[in-house]
T-cell receptor, first 115, second 113 residues
Framework: GAGVSQTPSNKVTEKGKYVELRCDPI?????LYWYRQSLGQGPEFLIY????????DSGLPNDRFFAVRPEGSVSTLKIQRTERGDSAVYLC?????????????FGNGTRLTVT | AQSVTQPDIHITVSEGASLELRCNYS??????LFWYVQSPGQGLQLLLK??????LVQGIKGFEAEFKRSQSSFNLRKPSVHWSDAAEYFC???????????FGKGTRLHILP
């Protein structure tokens, strides 16, 4: 079946602009995660959804970052007033249920470049 | 809160040699443990996982890992590496109290011909 799909695959934006990154999880997966991966680093946890609600958003770096999952499927990560330090690969992953009990399936990521 | 440490940033081994990548975790109870591999230009792929039971787990591509509670470790091993194993390897830890999965900084594996 189809895997986790992330769009766009690349996004270049100017400092101060607003961006939206989309994640389409595997059908039927209730858990959805966003991570950020900078060059040479491991994935950094941002936020986790169980269904429609954000179960844990403790990894969001500041209030410029926000994510939604209104119907419990597709999720959008929104970044306001982008800064050059936001440049990274943003990864989305989904899991069949609670991820403590089943592994994460990752998309290929969106590479965000803020100029 | 849980955390994970991968002490080696880079590891170089010769093709055909054995491999061990180290992973140490910090968590007060029994963790869920994972190893993922990321090849250049590819997404993260699960190699193996430990939830409970047998502490030696087998994964894909001939990899195995052993959970050692006394050492808070979950080291990844392979008896004989292939050139195609060159990639970045990430250890990750989760818990049954929350569903946050935390990743280590990764170990980049280089293979000498």
């Amino acid at each position: 079946g189809a895997g986790v799909s992330q769009t766009p695959s690349n996004k270049v934006t100017e400092k101060g602009k607003y961006v939206e990154l989309r994640c389409d999880p595997i059908s039927g997966h209730t858990a959805l995660y966003w991570y950020r991966q900078s060059l040479g680093q491991g994935p950094e946890f941002l936020i986790y959804f169980q269904g429609t609600g954000a179960a844990d958003d403790s990894g969001l770096p500041n209030d410029r970052f926000f994510a939604v999952r209104p119907e419990g499927s597709v999720s959008t990560l929104k970044i306001q007033r982008t800064e050059r330090g936001d440049s990274a690969v943003y990864l989305c992953a989904s899991s069949r249920d609670r991820a403590g009990g089943s592994p994460l399936h990752f998309g290929n990521g969106t590479r965000l470049t803020v100029t | 809160a849980q955390s994970v440490t991968q002490p080696d940033i880079h590891i170089t081994v010769s093709e055909g040699a054995s491999l061990e990548l180290r992973c140490n975790y910090s968590y007060g109870a029994t963790p869920y443990l994972f190893w993922y591999v990321q090849s250049p230009g590819q997404g993260l792929q699960l190699l193996l996982k430990y939830f409970s039971g047998d502490t030696l787990v087998q994964g894909i591509k001939g990899f195995e890992a052993e959970f050692k509670r006394s050492q808070s470790s979950f080291n990844l091993r392979k008896p004989s590496v292939h050139w195609s194993d060159a990639a970045e390897y990430f250890c990750a830890v989760g818990t049954n109290r929350d569903d946050k999965i935390i990743f280590g900084k990764g170990t980049r594996l280089h293979i000498l011909p």
